[in-house]
């Protein structure tokens, strides 16, 4: 009986001892960033989410875990302001990865939010970089996901080129159509030839998204193109099938948002993990070694039933 306890307890034991190892050897994914990765408030059942909250899903838990500080309405500036980078440095340890996304709001004109690409939004960049290699942590710069921004043919050939910024406000709340200045030549134009020009997906951040690239390659950091990813995938699935990825109802088809929402900026619960199994891939091409506990995904599958 007596060597019955003893083997009872020295398993006890082994197994006490795998769980600290464990945990002192779980690595730690950050993300500072947007509402776009945001974490939501699920209280009221808002099938909106961040991609950062379904990242999780495509990796083991027991050796990696997410951990997201994405907030909604963030720049690197306001970030840092807050204090809430002060926050995330606190928790890195050696080993660790910080994937750095932001340029949404860094457009913004408001002075607590607004930076500049090649001055003041690169140098917020560097400094999240260089801090996070000072805790012997790993920085993956990220630029913007694309929004749904799709225009006619006509349209997107004299819409501003990259290095000029398109003003998106009225992509978060309303259908997107676009601004052109010639909209009615076009639509003139469309109605002599009597054709109706396809649309094309045209992004809205300008330099914003050259910047991380830049910075990246200046100071030897792991990068991500979360644009030319999202892009692809929004343009595969086309103007009409982008939808799907958006919060994007009409009035009375979510119980949670009765009167509708038009929103071709943030994503619902099938869109979060479109999105996040493409980051989970290309994370792990970038950096090899997280391949190794990279996972199906099935894990979540009741959450992505949801939508």
Request: aromatic fraction near 8%; glycine fraction near 6%.
């Amino acid at each position: 009986m007596m060597k019955k306890i003893g083997r009872w307890l020295m398993l006890a034991v082994m197994f006490c001892v795998v769980c600290a190892f464990q945990a002192d050897h779980v690595t730690t994914i950050f993300i500072i960033g947007d509402s776009t990765a945001a974490q939501k408030d699920l209280s009221t059942g808002s099938p909106e989410r961040g991609w950062g909250m379904a990242l999780q899903c495509y990796f083991d838990s027991i050796f990696v875990r997410v951990d997201n500080h994405a907030v909604n309405g963030r720049s690197y500036k306001s970030f840092i302001n807050e204090k809430r980078w002060d926050k995330v440095l606190s928790l890195i340890k050696p080993g660790d990865y910080v994937i750095i996304q932001f340029g949404h709001n860094d457009e913004k004109p408001k002075a607590d939010r607004h930076t500049d690409p090649g001055s003041t939004f690169d140098y917020n960049l560097a400094k999240f970089v260089r801090e996070t290699r000072e805790k012997g942590g790993i920085p993956i710069l990220m630029n913007a996901v694309v929004r749904r921004n799709w225009l006619p043919a006509d349209q997107a050939q004299s819409a501003k080129p990259v290095g000029q910024k398109i003003d998106d406000e009225n992509l978060r709340n309303t259908v997107a159509t676009g601004k052109a200045a010639s909209a009615a030549k076009a639509k003139r134009k469309r109605k002599e030839t009597a054709v109706e020009l396809p649309h094309v997906l045209v992004d809205t951040h300008g330099l914003y998204i050259v910047a991380p690239r830049d910075v990246a390659q200046r100071m030897n950091v792991h990068f991500v193109d979360a644009n030319r990813i999202t892009h692809q995938l929004e343009d595969s699935l086309g103007e009409e099938g982008s939808k799907k990825l958006h919060m994007i109802y009409a009035p009375g088809e979510h119980p949670a948002i009765p009167q509708g929402r038009q929103d071709n900026t943030h994503y619902n619960i099938y869109g979060a993990h479109m999105v996040a199994q493409r980051l989970a891939d290309a994370l792990c091409k970038e950096i090899p070694l997280l391949s190794r506990y990279r996972t199906s995904g099935d894990v979540c599958n009741l959450e992505k039933a949801k939508h």
